[in-house]
């Protein structure tokens, strides 16, 4: 009986502990140069479902310095994004395969200009606040690449 007891203590502990590092940590995009240089990271947020996609990052008046809202699809294909009921000017880095295959630049607030259309069809997008990607040198065939890391636990 106390090994029973023991072995269920001991479950515990390791589920308490890997409960606890998956909310201790954040994922990050990473940009990096062909040369491997890294030139930003960003925290974001998801947009993985039709509706989340929809709704992107409209009435938001704020977005964090190294934040933003990464759009994924299932499927590689011609993507197109707008900024109606954005009020945040916005950079769209378009990737595919973990490489980044276009970008529109400072995209403006409330506008219904369709954007995109004429990249490279791409499995995801990450918005950022606008100028970014230039500000961090991102270009087309910089490697994209998602790390879980840890963060401080509240």
């Keep these: ?14 589920l308490q502990a890997e409960r606890t590092q998956a909310e201790c940590s954040v994922e990050k995009m990473h940009f990096y140069s062909p040369q491997r240089q890294e030139r930003a990271a960003y925290t974001f947020e998801k947009a993985d479902t039709d509706a989340l996609r929809a709704k992107g990052l409209m009435y938001r008046r704020f977005l964090p310095d190294n934040h933003g809202m990464l759009f994924i699809w299932d ?37 219904e200009v369709i954007r995109g259309g004429e990249l ?3 499995d995801s997008i990450l918005e950022v606040i606008g100028e970014d990607a230039f500000k ?15 963060v401080a636990c509240e």
């Excluded at 994004?81 to 378009?94: C, G, V």
């Excluded at 040198?137 to 890391?149: F, L, M």
């Design 1 to 14: 009986m106390l090994k029973i007891k023991v072995f269920a203590l001991s479950a515990l502990f390791i």
């Design 75 to 111: 499927n590689v294909d011609i993507r197109t994004m707008w900024m109606k009921h954005t009020y945040i000017p916005l950079d769209m880095i378009y990737m595919r395969e973990g490489y980044v295959v276009g970008i529109v630049h400072k995209a403006m607030p409330h506008t």
């Design 120 to 122: 490279p069809a791409a």
């Design 136 to 150: 961090h040198n991102i270009q087309v065939g910089d490697s994209a690449i998602i790390r879980s890391e840890p």
